[in-house]
Nanobody, 116 residues
Framework: QVQLVESGGGSVQPGGSLRLSCVGF????????MAWYRQTPGNRRELVAD????????HVEVFAKGRFTISRDNGKKTVYLEMNGLGPEDTAVYYC?????????WGQGTQVTVSS
């Protein structure tokens, strides 16, 4: 079982940028496709972007396309989410986890707040 720790969130103005990081503690991290998800109060957690286990394939949801980039460094057991052009609609708690199959234990997430 992997333990996931997200960081890098914060408060930014519209148009700003953030880089989120997710460190996976456990032997299965490099064997699995990973993803970033986000959740706002009262809503279901939604997929933001995912990346294959080797980092050669990735996918970004339509609402994030052209603004967000997902990457990973298996040597550091870390998945990143580079976010540019942030808008108030991106305000949420961001989590990382496996993309397919059973989820690992959810971490605390990292809060992203976009407001002027």
């Amino acid at each position: 079982q992997v333990q996931l720790v997200e960081s890098g969130g914060g408060s930014v103005q519209p148009g700003g940028s953030l880089r989120l990081s997710c460190v996976g503690f456990g032997s299965t991290f490099t064997d699995r496709a990973m993803a970033w998800y986000r959740q706002t109060p009262g809503n279901r957690r939604e997929l933001v972007a995912d990346i294959g286990r080797d980092g050669e394939t990735s996918h970004v949801e339509v609402f994030a396309k052209g603004r967000f980039t997902i990457s990973r460094d298996n040597g550091k057991k870390t998945v990143y989410l580079e976010m540019n052009g942030l808008g108030p609609e991106d305000t949420a708690v961001y989590y990382c986890n496996y993309r397919y199959g059973s989820f690992g234990s959810w971490g605390q997430g990292t809060q992203v707040t976009v407001s002027s």
